[in-house]
């Protein structure tokens, strides 16, 4: 399994962007799949994902402003982020752990800057 981000950019601040994550591979209803950022100095943090099937978890941060979903056509998973403010600014991480084996596979990382 392999994770390919992309749709980073630099917007002004209340912009919109769409990132995207292209699995290549077989994935279940049951990984954990989402997007984690990482901005300097800063620990990598979730910032959205789904535990399993259509159930997600957002961040504090996340919560109103993102939206992730999923194209299982496409094998795809998408974070739609409105509002971005110049705190968003961060390598965002596409993220697959699949419980029953324990594989853990990272994307390569977007960068999002947001100026304000």
């Known amino acids: 399994v392999q994770l390919q981000a992309s749709g980073g950019g630099l917007v002004q601040t209340g912009q919109s962007l769409r990132l995207s994550c292209t699995v290549s591979g077989t994935t279940y209803s049951t990984d954990l799949v989402g997007w984690y950022r990482q901005s300097p100095g800063r620990q990598r943090e979730l910032v959205a994902a789904f535990l399993s099937g259509s159930i997600t978890n957002y961040s504090n941060s996340a919560k109103g402003r993102f939206t992730i979903s999923r194209d299982n056509a496409k094998n795809a998973v998408h974070l739609q982020m409105n509002d971005l403010k110049p705190e968003d600014t961060a390598v965002y991480y596409c993220?697959?752990?699949?419980?029953?084996?324990?594989?853990?596979?990272w994307g390569q990382g977007t960068q999002v800057t947001v100026s304000s």
């Open positions: 993220h697959l752990f699949r419980r029953n084996t324990g594989l853990d596979v």
